[in-house]
């Protein structure tokens, strides 16, 4: 994985010249890069994304600028999906690097924060292929059904014997595995659902989608999920 340090003061020592050219804000005196930081903090969000997006690649002061206002949205993203992961902040460093590079594809600077954490979604995602048999990397508990069809992610606090936990960790596994095959859409809602606990509107906000589109992609989702996992269970029964 690539371990660029990629952080506002990596990015003000010129660290990102390795992917482009050298910004011309490195340029500017000291004074003058004090009121650009004062005038960028004034922008809202469409503002910000249109000056990133003025170049090829963004200036280092408009992207420090953005990096600051979402940082610990993505660190915050990455603590939920992979609590127990060592390397979060090198997995951050990837999302941003890929921000950069791509930051002039997004169309619609609103949607910023959901196409953000898409990236940051999928790279868990890609890692997580990679590291195939690791166990308990996500924040769930072993789903149990509602009366409503709803899905409870929650277990009892009682101490597992040393088997339940086996079983615990090979039912993360399988669930890890099952939410990387759902298709992009599905499974990014699903993660702001169940892994995040995010409510449905903001969920919406987020993907840029209706309310309507946003609870059918979840109830789709969750009755893929629910497939894989009757077909796991049925297999443990059987064996």
């Known amino acids: 994985m690539t371990t660029i340090q990629l952080d506002a003061r990596a990015l003000s020592t010129g660290v990102l010249d390795s992917v482009t050219k050298i910004s011309p804000f490195q340029a500017i005196q000291p004074d003058s890069q004090k009121l650009i930081a004062e005038h960028l903090n004034q922008l809202d969000l469409t503002e910000l ?83 195939k048999r690791h166990a308990g990397t996500l924040s769930l508990d072993a789903p149990r059904h509602l009366d409503d069809g709803q899905v409870d992610w929650e277990i009892a606090s009682e101490d597992p014997s040393p088997v339940d936990t086996m079983m615990t960790h090979e039912f993360y596994e399988r669930l890890q595995a099952a939410i990387a095959e759902l298709p992009e859409v599905f499974r990014t809602t699903i993660v702001l659902r169940e892994i995040q606990g995010l409510p449905y509107e903001e969920i919406a906000e987020i993907t840029g989608v209706s309310l309507g589109t946003v609870k059918s992609r979840i109830a789709r989702a969750r009755y893929r999920l629910q497939g894989e996992l009757k077909r796991y269970i049925d297999g443990q029964h059987t064996a």
């Open 49 to 131: 994304i249109t000056v990133c997006q003025r170049n090829r690649y963004p200036e280092q002061a408009p992207f420090s600028e953005l990096m600051r206002r979402y940082k610990s949205h993505v660190d915050r993203q990455l603590y939920h999906l992979a609590p127990d992961w060592s390397d979060r902040a090198d997995l951050a460093q990837e999302v941003w690097i890929r921000v950069y590079r791509n930051l002039n594809r997004l169309q619609a600077p609103v949607k910023f924060k959901g196409w953000m954490s898409r990236i940051t979604t999928n790279l868990f995602y890609d890692e997580l292929r990679k590291r």
